[in-house]
């Protein structure tokens, strides 16, 4: 079978796994497939639980922060408001404490800024980890006619992404190679920019914008393995060939530059931050208007077509850019 390498299970091995489950499939909108953000199980009355289960493994100075956002950004895809969050922190043996203080009061910090219930958890001090690791779940309830379903996604619909590609990974190698990147050129204030973008990887905003606007399909967000993976995954969830317009993907100028520094692709880059939207044509010039109203950019920048999965022009990451560096 071999050995497997860093990232995600290929889906080579994941796809089978996930088909040949058993479980209670009457009561699932939505079971586990590759691609799904989320899960949905009917609650009777109108009602659906949808839940999403998120870790951040990569280092990173807030990963209790970045592990609120990233599982409310999973939720938001659904059109649902993130509600009650569980977090399980593990730590290696002779963890600062002032560290572990730290991680917990930016979780706790996190959910209440976003008005999410910090519901409970775990704590952990492992030698099974070599640097913290946060493993969050999160759960919503909304009305069935609000959910959104990858798999209501069709033909002709346009696909529009937020912000950026690969804008959390650019403030990740900011924080974490910060000294190569100078060797390399880049300026000191250049560096703090691309710090801050840590503060623009929620999506909840712009979910909740497309969703009044009207017309969304699907949604999907950027993460592991950057805009190019999202959108194979995307067209994996909905059962839709996609038509990508590469050139239309925007991609910060500050982002570009980091990554030719570090010789990466930015498409394959860690992408939180952007939304992936499926809308229908029509809607398309309505919700990038209500965007850019909020100060959010969007651009279309392909179409899914027929049943099928086929993206032939998009690269394929096995593994995130970032591991090439970090």
Excluded at 167 to 190: F, N, R, W
Excluded at 210 to 227: C, L, P, Y
Excluded at 300 to 317: I, M, N, R
Aim: one cysteine or more; charged letters at 20%.
């Amino acid at each position: 079978m071999g050995r497997l390498e860093k990232g995600k299970l290929p889906e080579a091995l994941l796809s089978p796994f996930l088909s040949g489950l058993k479980g209670d499939a009457a009561r699932l909108t939505t079971p586990p497939a590759v691609g799904e953000d989320t899960g949905a199980a009917e609650l009777g009355n109108g009602n659906l639980l949808v839940y999403t289960s998120d870790p951040i493994t990569f280092p990173a100075k807030r990963i209790g922060r970045a592990s609120v956002i990233i599982n409310a950004n999973d939720i938001a895809t659904s059109g649902g408001k993130p509600g009650w969050y569980l977090a399980t922190l593990l730590v290696p043996p002779g963890t600062p404490v002032p560290q572990v203080q730290a991680i917990l009061n930016d979780i706790a910090q996190t959910c209440s800024s976003f008005g999410i219930s910090l519901a409970g958890g775990h704590t952990e001090i492992s030698d099974a980890v070599t640097r913290p690791v946060v493993s969050g779940t999160m759960f919503s309830i909304i009305r069935k006619e609000r959910y959104i379903n990858k798999k209501n996604a069709g033909a002709g619909d346009t696909v529009l992404v937020t912000k950026t590609a690969g804008l959390e990974g650019a403030a990740l190698l900011a924080e974490e190679a910060g000294e190569k990147l100078v060797h390399e050129g880049l300026s000191i204030e250049e560096i703090d920019q691309a710090r801050g973008f840590f503060d623009e990887i929620s999506i909840v905003k712009e979910a909740g914008i497309a969703v009044k606007a009207g017309g969304v399909t699907a949604m999907h967000d950027v993460t592991e393995g950057g805009v190019a993976t999202a959108l194979r995954e995307l067209s994996a969830a909905s059962g839709r060939e996609l038509a990508c317009r590469n050139e239309a993907i925007p991609i910060h100028p500050l982002t570009r530059k980091i990554c030719a520094a570090l010789e990466i692709d930015p498409f394959g880059l860690l992408g939180s931050g952007s939304l992936l939207i499926c809308c229908k044509e029509e809607a398309s010039a309505s919700i990038i208007h209500a965007l850019r109203k909020a100060g959010i950019e969007g651009a279309a920048v392909g179409t899914l077509g027929k049943q099928g999965v086929c993206s032939p022009d998009l690269p394929e990451f096995p593994v995130d850019e970032i591991t090439k560096v970090l």
